[in-house]
């Protein structure tokens, strides 16, 4: 071929690497909120890597879906959460922790806000209560968030969730169940919640919130802890909580 032929042939292999290795543009998500139903958003899209949010999250999706009343949706970005669209929702779900990066930024926090103190939902699940580490106030709209100068939760294994509250909408007649999951023992804040279930931990033998309620301006939030995994959300205990927590947080 010769010395020049190489040289050429050389040059467009490089050129053509490195064109293979750029970033496909990524589709913008789809926030327009169905007609009729409650309309849930899943947001996710980023967690610490032992969470399998790509696994859960469409599990979790399923489990609210069992309820007809419910249009579900998932999107895997949560700087979704700055779009105006996100108020046509009735209902949002963290389902991400942004691990090792900044959480969505200042239009985000500010429109999640005006969200829920308008008079929407939402739902926080199990390691959602880490997200926004670099933002104080984020304790005020979830209630209670992790530490993570505190003991993070039991070894993983099967224990009881308790119910705290038998008279409250979520909790009324539903029974005490067992789980495999995390029992998290790693949260903070002051900010005044409604804890509706519990659970004992077996290396302190304190009992800890897993499930808790508050009020944000006219919204209203509910947080779980539970949901390390697929076999976590796949307990019937969880599905029925969630369902009635969303049913809750839109008001029904």
């Not at 032929?5 to 690497?17: D, E, P, Q, R």
């Not at 789980?179 to 279930?197: A, F, N, P, S």
């Not at 290396?203 to 947080?223: C, H, I, N, W």
Request: net charge neutral; with cysteine; proline share 7%.
């Amino acid at each position: 071929m010769g010395r020049l032929g190489s040289l050429i042939v050389l040059t467009a292999m490089v050129a053509m690497g490195a064109g293979a290795a750029e970033p496909l543009p990524q589709p913008a998500a789809d926030l327009d909120a169905p007609t009729g139903g409650t309309r849930v958003l899943i947001v996710t899209g980023i967690d610490y890597p032992g969470h399998p949010w790509k696994k859960t999250a469409p599990v979790l999706k399923q489990i609210l879906e069992k309820d007809a009343r419910f249009k579900v949706r998932i999107v895997e970005d949560p700087d979704a959460l700055a779009s105006p669209k996100l108020h046509g929702w009735d209902v949002v779900v963290i389902h991400f922790m942004n691990w090792q990066k900044p959480g969505p930024g200042e239009a985000a926090r500010e429109n999640l806000k005006k969200f829920v103190a308008g008079g929407k939902g939402m739902i926080m699940t199990h390691f959602a209560c880490g997200a926004w580490q670099e933002w104080p106030e984020f304790v005020q709209l979830a209630g209670r968030v992790w530490d993570p100068k505190l003991r993070g939760h039991d070894p993983h294994g099967k224990f009881r969730v308790e119910i705290a509250d038998a008279d409250h909408p979520i909790t009324k007649g539903l029974e005490p169940f067992d789980t495999t999951d995390e029992l998290y023992t790693c949260l903070t804040g002051d900010t005044k919640i409604h804890v509706v279930m519990k659970a004992t931990s077996k290396v302190d033998k304190k009992d800890y919130p897993m499930a808790f309620v508050l009020d944000y301006g006219k919204g209203r939030v509910f947080q779980t802890v539970l949901g390390h995994d697929e076999v976590a959300y796949g307990s019937p205990g969880v599905g029925d909580l969630l369902r009635r927590a969303c049913a809750w947080a839109a008001g029904l």
